[in-house]
Nanobody, 123 residues
Framework: QVQVMESGGDLVQAGGSLRLSCAAS??????????ANWYRQAPGKQRDLVAH???????GYENSVKGRFTISRDNAKNTVDLQMNSLKPEDTAVYYC???????????????WGQGIQVTVSS
């Protein structure tokens, strides 16, 4: 049983910073993070990809967050972070971590989603 969890969401003023973290728990199974993504969904809107990172560390960003957000990972700890700087009210959304995880016992890959975490940026 693998569970993915986000942390770090909060209410912050415009111009402020937040750091989101994503980690997984696996009972009785060794796991390995592969490609990881951060998505966000604002009220009444679709869920959009914000940033992604490969296991090797290659990254990509949605245009509106380039230069403000940084995605990073720790392969030893199986964690993925999203550093968000110069936050704007339009960044307000529920942020989701999406990770492809390998079960080291079976070598099988599966995609997992966290439950989402609220980020609110006040003007």
């Amino acid at each position: 049983q693998v569970q993915v969890m986000e942390s770090g969401g909060d209410l912050v003023q415009a111009g402020g910073s937040l750091r989101l973290s994503c980690a997984a728990s696996a009972s009785g199974t060794m796991i390995r993070f592969d490609v990881a993504n951060w998505y966000r969904q604002a009220p009444g809107k679709q869920r959009d990809l914000v940033a992604h990172i490969t296991r090797a560390g290659s990254t990509g960003y949605e245009n509106s967050v380039k230069g403000r957000f940084t995605i990073s990972r720790d392969n030893a700890k199986n964690t993925v972070d999203l550093q968000m700087n110069s936050l704007k009210p339009e960044d307000t959304a529920v942020y989701y971590c999406n990770v492809r995880i390998q079960n080291r016992d079976t070598s099988r890959y599966d995609d997992y989603w966290g439950q989402g975490i609220q980020v609110t940026v006040s003007s």
